[in-house]
């Protein structure tokens, strides 16, 4: 018997153990999902959503329980916790009304008419990071139960501890055995055999770009169905018109959140040059007043990095970089890094060019809005982005020049529940979240009925 040892990122102590599925156990997992899908599909459409709104209030009564442990087990801040626990409840509501709402089409045609059906694939499989481990979970999960089909879950093996819980709370309110199934266990056994394994439908990814391109090369050999969320290099474009005070006091919560493991971090920030030494003057006083603390302190605004591995990848990207200022970090045992801005040399630094995924922003400055936008787009992600101005036509054409799925004008929000979310270039193949998430999950099918003409 295989076992991981959970290990609290902001002490380095452990938390416990965690059993991680075989190969065998995998299989049988999915064919116990399969067995599940005929009678899920088969539910009533308003049953099956008031289990998935029983589900969400389910979840809504153990918000404080699942915040704890996501602090303990990732080192989100308490903040962030809370927030998450409480995606999953509302992504749960939102996606309850799909079932009731999963219309078709009518298309009249020479000889009669054809309607079309929105059919859920069977069981997909979930690949679940471990940089947002509650949210990332639903934004997959809520969609494609409510479109009927049957879901198996691989959570990070760093931090599997809150998905573990939520399919216990999905039990506790009613969906039947199998329908959703959290399969812990190490990538390259549980989420290599959901590409593998032929009842498994889809494949929704989200991870680094490597694993991506590999799952999608996998789900070829079947051409099953993949989404993938991969990484970013988003740009925060700050124009010399803009709110400069309130640029610079959101710009640290745009890359520093979560301690800079977002894969929507703006890990850029571009300046125009006549704004660029007063915006690094508020930029400082912005970093040097965030809270890194332990995340058991309810306000601390920044936790540690999730492991002494990804301490080490993100310390990399610092030798011999011009870092320009830094934020504080606690000391002790736990994997920290304070926010630190560096000053690029060059647009070829991979501090500038690759998804660092720690608590660190460089910043160069460019001339005009032509080369924003240029700056903006030299790079192989598309994910994120942000663009600060005063003026609302400049806005509307940086935003639609920038190569990116999800942009803010005049603020740093990149996620919400109810537009799609999903990258540009190799940043991701799909969408999830938005109105439209459930159909990701279906296969249109048209039936054509004569008329008897
Ligand atoms: P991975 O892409 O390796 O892991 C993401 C998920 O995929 C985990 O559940 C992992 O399992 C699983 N996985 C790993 N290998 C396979 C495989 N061959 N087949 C199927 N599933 C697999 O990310 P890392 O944890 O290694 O992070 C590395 C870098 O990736 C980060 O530094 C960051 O740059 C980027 N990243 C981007 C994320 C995003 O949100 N876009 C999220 C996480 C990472 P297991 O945990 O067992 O390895």
Same mark, same amino acid.
């Given at each position: 018997m295989t076992s991981y040892t959970v290990i609290?990122?902001?002490?380095?102590e452990p938390v416990t153990e965690v059993h991680l599925a075989s190969l065998e156990e995998t299989d049988a997992l999915v064919e116990r999902a399969h067995a599940a899908f005929p009678a899920w599909r088969a539910m009533a459409p308003g049953e099956r959503a008031a289990l998935l709104r029983r589900f969400a209030s389910v979840v809504d009564a153990h918000i404080e329980e699942l915040a704890e442990i996501e602090v303990r087990n990732?080192?989100?801040?308490w903040g962030n916790a809370t927030w998450e626990a409480g995606n999953v409840r509302d992504c749960l509501n939102y996606y309850s009304a799909t079932p009731e709402r999963l219309f078709g089409r009518q298309i009249p045609v020479p000889g009669g008419i054809d309607v079309t059906f929105h059919e859920p694939l069977g069981v997909v499989g979930i690949i679940v990071p471990w940089n947002f481990p509650m949210p990332i979970m639903a934004w997959g999960m809520a969609p494609a139960l409510a479109a009927g089909n049957t879901v198996v879950l691989k959570p990070a093996e760093l931090t599997p501890l809150t998905a573990i819980r939520i399919g216990e709370l999905a039990l506790e309110a009613g969906l039947p055995e199998g329908v959703l199934t959290v399969i812990p266990g190490k990538g390259s056994v549980v989420g290599e055999r959901f590409v593998t394994h032929p009842l498994v439908r889809k494949v929704a990814f989200t991870g680094s770009t490597a694993v991506g391109k590999r799952i999608m090369a996998g789900c070829a050999e079947q051409v099953k169905r993949c989404t993938l969320e991969l990484g970013g290099k988003s740009a925060n474009v700050i124009f010399a018109d803009a709110d400069l005070a309130k640029a610079a006091a959101s710009a640290p919560y745009a890359v520093f959140d979560n301690a800079g493991q977002d #894969? #929507?971090?703006?890990s850029r920030i571009l300046v125009e040059r006549p704004a660029y030494d007063e915006f690094l003057g508020l930029l400082e006083t912005a970093v040097k007043n965030?809270?890194?603390?332990?995340?058991?302190?309810?306000?601390?605004e920044m936790g540690p990095l999730i492991s002494a591995q990804q301490r080490e990848v993100v310390q990399g990207y610092l030798e011999g970089v011009d870092v320009a200022f830094t934020g504080s970090a606690p000391d002790g045992n736990g994997f920290w890094v304070p926010p630190t801005v560096v000053l690029a040399e060059s647009t070829d630094q991979p501090v500038w060019r690759?998804?660092?995924?720690?608590?660190v922003v460089a910043v160069l400055p460019f001339d005009d809005e032509a080369e924003a936008v240029a700056m903006a787009n030299d790079t192989e992600y598309g994910l994120s982005g942000s663009i600060f101005t005063g003026d609302v036509g400049r806005a509307l054409r940086v935003a639609r020049g920038i190569e990116a799925g999800n942009l803010s004008v005049n603020s740093n929000s990149a996620v919400r529940y109810w537009t799609p979310f999903g990258g540009f270039k190799q940043s991701g193949l799909g969408r999830e979240l938005g109105p439209d998430a459930p159909n990701a999950f279906t296969e249109e099918k048209n039936v054509f009925i004569a008329d008897g003409s």
């Open positions: 609290n990122p902001a002490t380095a990732a080192g989100h801040t #894969c #929507c971090a703006r965030m809270a890194v603390l332990d995340p058991q302190d309810r306000s601390s690759e998804e660092v995924f720690g608590p």
